[in-house]
């Protein structure tokens, strides 16, 4: 079933999406001056965060996992966001000066309600109690991270989409000024991303504004961002500031910076390979041996049911 995608080559832990760019170690300098410039703050706040082992839901929901939380500071400096730099460590160096507030959402489409949204009319009436623990991404690790958020589901029921809605598009806000990765094209922004409507219905997809009981952190995609679990990470696009409501699939950015890797549905399968490494197995940050990957992420039981009957070889 792999005859197109080679599983032969064995993971690694570089950064394998960059590879498709001509990659230049960039601002190398800047980026050290601008991180010391924020690691006084960021300093002040890791010291009051909570330890991340030890923080507890009060109000668990059904999707919780009750494995180890990756700590705080793994999951806020090892990221990935290229509107910041290809490097794990540069959107926490390099989003220092990013805004997150004021904040709206403009809501488009095949919808009944469309406006632009401010942050705090979305948030109106969430209780902020839905946490999911387990977040993977892409690159052969993954990390559990507890989320402050509610389900995607809650905001596009009040924006009533019409029955030509057949997927939502997700867009990342572009502001070369405060995001020095837009200002070189590591990709072709302003970020994009896309679910199937039963997809953005399930309750297992919930948009983020926190995790450790805190906000979130502009490298984490302050101030709203999408979790979807099942999925490899680059789904969960960070920082939206616009939904749009759509007949036709939305073409993912993935999709156009590397159509053979990157599908739409990009759900998490073992069986998969990318084209140039294996999706077998994960490293859990913190761990020293890697594990083996679950269909969906673990989350068989709740989702496969939205694919019966599609080729998810095909489908990826
Ligand atoms: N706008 C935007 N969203 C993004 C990305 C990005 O580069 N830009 N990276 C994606 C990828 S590849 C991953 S793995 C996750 C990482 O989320 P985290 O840094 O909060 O763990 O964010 C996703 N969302
Ligand atoms: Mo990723």
Redesign the pocket.
């Known amino acids: 079933m792999l005859i197109r995608r080679r599983s032969d080559i064995p993971s690694s832990e570089i950064t394998p ?1 960059s590879a498709y760019i001509n990659r230049r170690k960039f601002l190398r300098k800047g980026s050290l001056a601008l991180a010391g410039m924020t690691l006084g703050s960021a300093g002040i706040l890791r010291a009051v965060m909570q330890d991340g082992k030890s923080w507890k839901p009060s109000n668990p929901s059904r999707y919780n996992t009750t494995e180890d939380l990756t700590s705080y500071q793994d ?1 806020t400096t090892y ?5 910041y730099g290809m490097d794990k460590e540069d ?1 926490e160096a390099m989003s220092g000066s990013f805004k997150p507030q004021p904040w709206s959402v403009a809501v488009e489409g095949e919808v009944k309600k469309p406006a632009t949204y401010r942050l705090e009319d979305l948030l109106k009436g969430e209780t902020l109690e839905d946490r999911i623990y387990r ?1 993977r ?3 052969a690790w993954s ?1 559990v991270i507890p989320w402050l958020g509610f389900p995607l589901a809650h905001l596009i029921k009040r924006f009533e989409p019409t029955s030509k809605a057949r997927f939502v598009e997700f867009t ?1 806000i572009l502001r070369p000024e405060e995001m020095p990765g837009q200002q070189r094209r590591y ?1 072709p922004f302003p ?1 994009v991303e896309g679910l199937r409507m039963d997809e953005a219905m399930h309750p297992l997809t919930i948009l983020a504004t926190g995790l450790y009981g805190r906000s979130l952190p502009n ?3 302050a101030p709203l ?1 999408l979790v979807v679990p099942w999925k490899y ?2 789904k ?4 939206i500031v616009k939904i749009r409501f759509v007949q036709e699939q939305p073409t993912s950015t993935w999709m156009i910076a590397a159509p053979g890797d990157y599908g739409f549905y990009s759900n998490v399968n073992p069986d998969v390979s990318h084209t140039r490494w294996s999706q077998a197995k994960e490293r859990r940050i913190g761990d020293f041996l890697k594990r083996k990957t679950l269909p969906f992420n673990g989350y068989a039981d709740e989702v496969a049911s939205l694919y019966s009957g599609m080729d998810l070889d095909k489908n990826f």
């Open positions: 999406e999951a990221n990935n966001y290229y509107e959107p977040l991404c892409v690159e990390m990342t990709l970020y490298q984490n995609g961002r990470g680059f969960s696009i960070k920082s």
